[in-house]
């Protein structure tokens, strides 16, 4: 059974409509990330599922139990979910312990403390537990507020832009101490970012967003090596664009062939060939395309380098090699199998 | 070579062009605000310091008479006083922030029109509507054919009442600060609440109201900071408080020392209370939840409810506001001008515009003395005169009145001993000493107000003008002043109305033959001549709506939260 599942909602502000007939079941135990640009509509949704918006239309399921349908809609405090913000929102004139006690009911107080001692421990802050919020480094907020949604033993996680309040250092290390612990919980999670790396870091799968709409979903490297459009496609990197028509179901270009995979391009068309920087690299001269560099610089691990064809495009290139001397020239090999074909805008 | 190209910098220009030393100026900046400031500080510093001077008989008598009778009137008087501006201000602030109900958007300032009535101007206006010869007994002996010793009538002219009146045009207090505190308050910590299992009722009590208490309680100070320094109401009521008793002990029976003691007592009362407010805005910043703000989504209440919230709402302002001036309107039209109104507002406006230039040329200097060169001694001296805006006005008035009595008795005895001329009384009993009061009363309005204006204006400001060749007046004048205008002009009109309303330091240190539009009403008011008062009581609340206005839209700007972040 899933434990969220979406059945054609829509929401609307009053400054316009925000959700569109969303579809979406998140499974027993997965962590499921909502990326997409602000204004997608994903942060629209982790409330829905909060109950903290109410949909227009549709239905809202949270473990087989029904939770909002026709505009009606069960109360935040009736859901058994937990909720992270962003900001952590603790309740700064509450000790750590009371915040984390503060939705565990129908138990004694000894009992209460005990079982927010308890996760206090887990998330190794057991030392902290008469402190206030404010005393807090973000790190340390971030775990509490983890240990407050976690504490009442939610159906359901949701989590608003958890990590983005940290710092790069800090969030690497919170974000696995996180996904460790939702784990160990058994905790089915829905996370909110806006940031394609968190997501394929963080996330078993991820449904892509945009403009009211899930685009698509799937596992990361779904996403990431099939895109079902070309906005899946940019969203996960920079990409280089070349433009062509379609021929017998192929795409002729200066830097080589490309094979229409699917239907939706006819012969004639205008296609959009999209390929990521690491699916193009050099060899020595010996009569393909040929390029000049304009640029290459080291990023570490990586060397990006910009490229000029004999036409004026340019194209990124990114892969493991030294960085090559600014005008000097290089042919090209394009891994084609690697490209994405789809109707040009 | 920069500029001019070779030959135009002559010989040593590099080193002329270095930032000349500024030490010797700002120095005399320095000193200048000390002294200006340590002049402020007087009047609160003498009162004070009578504490330090030993008074055992007089204490031993106040004591025995009058002092348990003002301590326990004092404190009745602030316990009501209390409980009604809790009461009102948290329930209206917390329905305008977060439900939606008709007329909202209308009572978000509407709420404020209270502050513009002065609490003595309310005070007799609902005598005159409810005493046994009002409108409202008449109408009820009337309507019913009662006869005087057929009903009971709620006595406006007493302690309770005086509560009451207070209330109604002190409950703005509370109502702004925790109207910033909910709105301030990240949502998400009220969501978070829900999710966590609580209802909204129990989210407001548990998690919105404790975030909002430092919030609360530093509007309950300020009101009852206003409450223990009140005079007019108690006085036209006739209840025997702190003010009235020094107003009595100086004026009636000529007792200074007397009146200093209970003044010094009063100044401490005030003090706690000044730094209760202190305390818990500083509180307010570890119950600050977050940075990011989502606009609130009003809980939209069923018809019933809505109804309850309008009703709610209104009664505050319709009480505090409308009832009150609709009266002094009717009055005022149906009177005949008293003949020297014209004059009357003449010698209030020209008291209170020096005063305000005067407040405002002050707060310039000290506000640029503490930005260039600030210094230990030169705040500590701002932050004494700064407690002059607590002081109540009859305190206020001892303490101008002291040390300008003993000014002008050493000069008249140091020109007869040596010229034998008697001088008299040069400072006292003039206008000097007056605006001298109101400037040291009203200086941490326009300190307050031109110091953060000229926060506005970074030092990378100064720095970039600097950079960009403009010399230090030229800076002044292209940067700050534009910048700062505003913030100047906010000031002047604060400490403007402040001066219009103030009363008891008028009514004590007023030259002979001089009124004010205040002092007039006062007075004829307590002659039962309300008909009379009410054209200069209504100027006064005309120009109190001026703050109103400036308050409203400085919320309305300072709104967080009030762009969608979604």
Known sequence: ????????????????????????????????????????????????????????????????????????????????????????????????????????????????????????????????????????????????????????KPHLMLMDEPFSGLDAGLRDTVRDATLELLRAEHATTLIVTHDPEEAMLTADRIALMRAGRVVQVGTP???????????????????????????????????????????????????????????????????????????????????????????????????????????SRVQLTVASDEAFVFPAP | MLNGGPGAVPAGGLVAARPKPVRGRTGMLAVGAFLVAALAAVPVVVVLGALFVPAGEIWAHLASTVLPRYVANTAMLALIVALLTFTMGVTTAWLVTMCAFPGRRVFEWAMLLPLAMPAYIIAYTYTGLLDFAGPVQSGLREAFGWDRNDYWFPVVRSLPGAAVMLGLVL????????????????????????????????????????????????????????????????????????????YRTWIGLGETAAATQLAAVLTLAVMALLLVERWSRGRARFHHTSGRYRALRRARLRPGLAALAFVACLMPVLLGFVVPAGQLLYWALGTPLVGDYFRLVGSTLSVAVAAALIA???????????????????????????????????????????????????????????????????????????????????????????????????????????????????????????????????????????????????????????????????????????????????????????????????????????????
Not at chain 1, 42 to 69: C, N
Not at chain 1, 266 to 295: F, H, K, M, N
Request: proline share 5%; aromatic share 8%; with cysteine.
């Open chain 1, 1 to 152: 059974m899933d434990a969220l599942r979406f059945e054609g909602v829509s929401h609307a502000y009053d400054t316009g409509p925000s959700l569109l007939g969303i579809d979406l079941a998140v499974r027993d135990g997965e962590i499921l990330c909502l990326l997409g640009p602000s204004g997608s509509g994903k942060s629209t949704l982790l409330r829905v599922a909060a109950g903290l918006e109410v949909p227009s239309e549709g239905r809202v399921l949270i473990d087989g139990r029904t939770v909002a349908e026709d505009g009606r809609s069960l109360p935040p405090e009736e859901r058994n979910v937990g909720l992270v913000f962003q900001d952590y929102a603790l309740f700064p004139h509450l000790t750590v312990l009371d915040n984390i006690a503060f939705g565990l009911k129908d138990m004694g107080r000894q009992e209460r403390r005990a079982r927010a001692r308890d996760i206090l421990g887990r998330v190794g802050l057991a030392d902290y537990a008469d402190r206030y919020p404010h005393a807090l480094s973000g790190g340390e907020q971030q775990r509490v507020a983890l240990a407050r949604a976690l504490a009442p």
């Open chain 1, 221 to 327: 490297d779904e996403l990431y090596r099939h895109p079902n459009s070309d906005f899946v496609a940019r969203f996960f990197s920079q990409v280089n664009e070349i433009r062509g028509a379609v021929v017998a179901g192929h795409v002729e270009t200066r830097i080589g062939r490309f094979c229409v995979s699917d239907d939706s391009l006819a012969d004639g068309e205008q296609a959009q060939i999209l390929l990521r920087p690491e699916a193009i690299g050099w060899q020595p001269p010996d009569g393909g395309v040929e390029a000049t560099v304009l640029s290459s610089r080291s990023m570490g691990a990586e060397t990006v380098t910009r490229l000029s064809l004999a036409d004026g495009t340019v194209l990124t290139a990114r892969m493991r090699e030294r960085p090559l001397a600014r005008g």
């Open chain 2, 171 to 246: 409950y703005p207090y509370v109502y702004i600060l925790s109207r910033a505190a909910f709105m301030e308050q990240s949502v998400c910590a009220l969501e978070t609440s829900r999710t966590l299992g609580l209802g909204p009722v129990a989210s407001f009590w548990r998690v919105a109201l404790p975030l909002a208490r430092p919030a609360i309680v530093t509007g309950l100070a300020l009101a009852l900071m206003e409450t223990v320094g009140d005079f007019g109401t108690v006085q036209y009521f006739a209840v025997d408080t702190f003010t009235t008793g020094i």
């Open chain 2, 360 to 566: 405002v040329a002050v707060g310039v200097l000290l506000a640029y003395a503490q930005r260039l060169s600030p210094g230990r001694a030169t705040g500590v001296a701002i932050r004494v005169a700064s407690i002059g805006y607590a002081v109540p006005g009859a305190v206020m008035a001892v303490g101008v009145m002291l040390p300008f009595a003993w000014f002008d008795n050493r000069l008249d005895e140091l020109m007869r001993s040596t010229f034998g001329v008697s001088t008299g009384l040069i400072l006292s009993g003039t206008v000097i000493a007056l605006l001298f009061a109101y400037v040291a009363r009203f200086l941490a309005i326009s300190f307050n107000t031109v110091e953060s204006s000229l926060g506005k204006v970074t030092p990378n400001m100064d720095r970039a003008a600097r950079s960009l060749g403009e010399r230090p007046r030229g800076m002044l004048f292209r940067i700050h002043l534009p910048m700062i205008s505003g913030g100047l002009l906010t000031a002047a009109m604060l400490v403007f109305v402040d001066v219009m309303k103030e009363l008891p330091a008028t009514l004590i240190l007023r030259p002979f033959g001089f009124n004010t539009l205040a002092v007039k009403a006062f007075e004829m008011a307590s002659d039962e001549r309300l008909a009379e008062a009410a054209a200069p009581a209504l100027a006064i609340v005309v120009a109190g709506i001026v703050p109103v206005i400036i308050l409203s839209r400085a919320i309305a700007r300072s709104r967080p939260g009030h762009h969608e972040a979604r």
